[in-house]
T-cell receptor
Framework: AQSVAQPEDQVNVAEGNPLTVKCTYSVSGNPYLFWYVQYPNRGLQFLLKYITGDNLVKGSYGFEAEFNKSQTSFHLKKPSALVSDSALYFC????????????FGTGTRLTVIP | ETGVTQSPTHLIKTRGQQVTLRCSSQ?????VSWYQQALGQGPQFIFQYYREEENGRGNFPPRFSGLQFPNYSSELNVNALELDDSALYLC?????????????FGNGTRLTVT
């Protein structure tokens, strides 16, 4: 069975500093991994995905994620945080063996402090 | 390009009642998925429709049902509402049901069951 874990409920970072939001996964077979962001009272917005290829994936709004197979991790990163990056971030894994659906983590609230 | 739209935005129902939530998919998208997001949790997959047929279902009871119409819009119906059904219901559309196709989410319908 597929699952993802986001070990930090809350991450605080100063504006301009690099940020990391952590995600680990458990899947059978090759993982298909996604990051989504949710702003208050809004739906989720797609940031990036890892399907195959380079372990460093670049996405929207300057975000990137590093896939590490040996550590079963897919951490989200950004070199320089903006106050507008403050939001709820979800890591997700796709079940490719059955229904086309996503298993989401519980989310990490990122707060960027001015 | 019109994104995913959901209606209504908010709804209050009484335990035991029935509710219908509606979703218009993004232009060109033939696949619609529904997710339930309880407060403080990640979204959970309810079911998916691909070209008017159910294409997968999560761990939700049969009182959660759906439809997809020829224009690919969709409805989520919940019968015999329970207090625990209170949540944000998210609709997501995608170009197809391929495992690597990103989902595009609407802003959700906030359902409160009293």
């Amino acid at each position: 069975a597929q699952s993802v874990a986001q070990p930090e409920d809350q991450v605080n970072v100063a504006e301009g500093n690099p940020l990391t939001v952590k995600c680990t996964y458990s899947v059978s077979g090759n993982p298909y991994l996604f990051w989504y962001v949710q702003y208050p009272n809004r739906g989720l917005q797609f940031l990036l995905k890892y399907i195959t290829g380079d372990n460093l994936v670049k996405g929207s709004y300057g975000f990137e994620a590093e896939f590490n197979k040996s550590q079963t991790s897919f951490h989200l990163k950004k070199p320089s945080a903006l106050v507008s990056d403050s939001a709820l971030y979800f890591c997700a894994v796709r079940d490719k063996s059955g229904a086309n659906n996503l298993f989401f983590g519980t989310g990490t609230r990122l707060t960027v402090i001015p | 390009e019109t994104g995913v739209t959901q209606s209504p935005t908010h709804l209050i129902k009484t335990r035991g009642q029935q509710v219908t939530l509606r979703c218009s998919s993004q232009s060109g998208h033939n696949t619609v998925s529904w997710y339930q997001q309880a407060l403080g949790q990640g979204p959970q997959f309810i079911f998916q429709y691909y070209r008017e047929e159910e294409n997968g279902r999560g761990n939700f009871p049969p009182r959660f049902s759906g439809l997809q119409f020829p224009n690919y819009s969709s409805e989520l119906n919940v019968n015999a509402l329970e207090l625990d059904d209170s949540a944000l219901y998210l609709c997501a559309s995608s170009l197809d049901s391929s495992y690597n196709t990103p989902l595009h989410f609407g802003n959700g319908t906030r359902l409160t069951v009293t």
